[in-house]
């Protein structure tokens, strides 16, 4: 085997040359993979079940798929996995995989480590564990026959819920219902989406998985070999980052500096406690279920890296992040990361895509603005006065789904609210002493409305009728169990700023 290339002794302009030398791979050792991925996946399509009765029933190979970077376009010379999911009759449901997995890998096992001398490769078969969790793969090694290389492959068992259905399609949202109803652990499933993942990498110019191989090679060879035996976040949150930022970076460009994309990724890696990264290709905000989903998964701790193919896999959940930060930090000050070119610029990649609110006032149009998650909400009140040529103080305030409705505060910022996704603002313009009050009706829904201090529930009946809400004579306004008197004022009742006050009908 050739010596293990320097990187890090690689000046930046010069990462084009060092890539297509030292990492693509060569022709002979494409070939070879591929031979034993034809040898291994034609015995486990054609042989492995023949003639077995197992889980009382027949069990067919429905369809092969090729992932890990052979299938994405992305191998390294020398360096090969290979996931082989096969996709089984035997499972009709996510539960059903899940409840079977185990006696169907174990059959595999046995079927391989019997069979294995007539594929024409020396193979080692390992258990692949997360945990204590049931295995959900088989890793095979296989012993290249021309170096001392190994060519891992791991398979996979997995549902078909996709079936034929088109990659370039958006599935039908009730595939990700199911994948959310099943309540797997996080990612336990994605070999279901394998197509989709997969088609996520593959479709992407060349030149981006030229980058997508320098990370990768970045990652298992100073990160990895760095930190044996530790765990580590998994190398496709890194292929992910990638995407995102060539994407951001470069407007999705298929011209770029490699040097700029690679040192633009570690800096993503070194300022990682920020990340909150999502795609709306293959499942969006549209559907309630995985809309509340998704809401949930956005609101967890960062970095936030959602699986394109599979909302269940928040790849920044992971351990090691302070690990790749670390890393990435030495590698920036590596000739990798400097470049003699004076034109050389620098990709401009936000931790978090812009966020789209929807502003609401009454009498108003409704506004929509692209909000940087990270800007103080004061900047965007600014630009909301500026717009409406309002000249009261402005009070922000929204509410998630089942949730109660909160106020804006003008010096925090939508990510300090967890905010990171489509938002509905509504806006409303006091003016000393005018406090705010919520009134949430019997559908959860709460509006906010402005009234001074010493004005009656009456007249905050009155404000409502105004507002769209029921006749004064059909409102029943409550706070904390008790019914409000018509003429008590808000300042006897100790009503104060933001407080939430329930509106019902009569009858």
Known sequence: MDPIPDL???PGDRLDHFLEHCLQPQRDWKEEGQDAWDRIEGFLRDQCFRGALLLDQEIKVLKVVKAGSSGKGTTLNHRSDQDMVLFLSCFSSF???????ESIINFIESKLLHCRKSLAYNITVVKHREGN?????LTLKVQSRKSDDIIQMDVLPAYDVLGSFSRDLKPDPGIYEKLIRSRGYPGEFSPSFTELQRHFVKSRPVKLKNLLRLVKFWYMQYLRRKNR???????YSLELLTIYAWEMGTDSSENFNLDEGFVAVMKLLRDYQNICVYWTKYYDFQN???RDFLKEQLRSDRPII???A???NNLGSKNGWDLVAKEASNCLRQACCRTEDPSSGSWDVPPARDVQVTVKQTGKETLSLSVDPYSPIRKMKAEIKRINGTCG???LSFQEPQGERQLLSGWKTLSDYRIFSKVTVRVLETFPPEIQVFVKDSSGQSKPHAIRPDDTIYDLKEIIKDAGGPCTEDQVLMLKDEELKDDCSLSELQIKDCDTIQLSRVG
Do not use: F, M, N
């Open 310 to 312: 599979d909302p269940t």
């Open 288 to 290: 309630q279920v995985v």
């Open 306 to 308: 959602l699986d394109p």
């Open 393 to 395: 103080e402005l009070r």
């Open 95 to 101: 539960k059903q995989q899940a409840r079977h997995r």
């Open 133 to 137: 969790r049931i295995p959900r793969s």
């Open 229 to 235: 035996g530790v765990t580590l976040p998994p190398k």
């Open 8 to 10: 890090y002794g690689t």
